[in-house]
């Protein structure tokens, strides 16, 4: 009894570990818009977006329940296969944290602990029925109910605003995307804070803690709350970056129609207990306020590699959930193992970051600025761009040379004058006669 105490205890703090995570993963779905277009500062935003999530983790425990009671067969899990489940979690999300990307954390734990769950239980210990209809569908859909939404917000925005004054319509703006923002911080403490209670609410059942379709009890939903809001004010700035900056160009009236959207469709999903990614729909909404706008454009190259990582999210947290489980079934020395290497992983991962330090002071920085190379079309504009015009030397011969003009065009043959000075004219002019 004492070693499998010991195990439940490893399993609640790797879960909180993941929640942790998953709140400076996500701090880019509530506050890179904001940040992005100088509604709030960096800090205060991150400040705020915590002190939400911890609020919205105890409005509701619909999406919690879907986690313990609805996905898995809560009756043949150990709490060896969650701790597994969270180590390939928790992997995908610093693996995605470091290059940047935006990917899914409840996907991420999902997967994790579907193949943890197979490789224990087999297939038929995952309830096929809730995964489709409470995760996959709602995977699909809600980024693009929510991009619909966030275009016609933001050519609604557009067009209300043309009638008003600029400032005032841009400060506005402003002052209604912080309110968004909060909201949204608000909708992904009801959604995301709730997984992990989940998870956590599924491993107290498996070791007999507490009834089978018990609520997360008290302590689980403050603690959970405090994980994620605790890593939502680290501030995720590599996620943050490509959030804000890296995926479209927005304006205060883009950034508050995006927010807007995400606030209304994860609030929904949540009263519906379905466990939907705050990152799609997010996402999703930016990407549509950036086609709303007249002349916006939306960074497909980024939006390509965003996808690639959403479909990649379920299926590589399973893989590493399966191998993890494998290891554990081992016994107590294959739980050490796994233990040891989830915390030499995270380890490696966080001096690699370090190499490349983002934070609050450049997460709006882009280009060289931000350390990386120019894009395909900056590129592309500047091989093709005219030199800068220039007045011929010979119509303004005192003019300064232009920065840069001698590097592209050759400078006129020089022309031979005489010397003007007062020294030289009397000399000149001296008649042949003086001199003898």
Known sequence: MESFSLILAIVVVTALAFDFTNGFHDTANAMATTISTGALKPKVAVAMSAVLNLVGAFLS??????????????????????FAALVGAILWNLLTWLVGLPSSSSHALLGGLIGATIASAGVGAVHGDVLVTKVMIPAVAAPVVAGVAAVVATRLSYRIGAKTDGKAAEKGHRA?????????????????????????????????????????????????????????????????????????????????AAQTSSAAAILASSHLGFSLSTTHVVSGSVMGA???????????STAGRMAVAWVLTLP???????????????????????????????FAIWKISRRQVVDHTNVNATGPAAGEPAGVVTQAIAAVAPPPAAAPAAALPDAPAADGLMATI??????????????????AATPPAAAV
Request: proline residues 7%; charged residues 10%; neutral net charge.
């Open 61 to 82: 425990v619909e999406v919690a329940n879907t986690i313990s009671k609805g996905l898995v067969d809560e009756t043949g899990i150990r709490p060896e296969v969650i």
């Open 290 to 300: 950036g086609l709303g706008r007249k002349g916006g454009v939306v960074r497909w």
């Open 410 to 427: 050759p400078a006129p043959a020089p022309v031979p004058v005489l010397d003007p000075s007062p020294v030289a004219a009397p000399a």
């Open 176 to 256: 209604g995307q912080i309110a968004s923002a909060g909201l949204v911080s608000l909708a992904h403490g009801t959604n995301d804070a709730q997984k992990t209670m989940g998870i956590i609410t599924l491993a107290l059942i498996a070791g007999g803690a507490v009834s089978p379709g018990a609520n997360p009890p008290t302590w689980v939903i403050l603690s959970a709350g405090l994980a994620i809001a605790l890593g939502t004010y680290i501030g995720g700035w590599r996620i943050i970056r490509t959030m804000g900056t890296g995926l479209t160009d927005l304006q205060p009236q883009q950034g508050f």
């Open 316 to 346: 590589a947290a399973a893989v590493v959930g399966a191998g993890a489980e494998a290891v554990t079934g081992l016994g107590d020395w294959g739980t050490t193992l796994v233990a040891v290497f989830l915390v030499a992983a995270s």
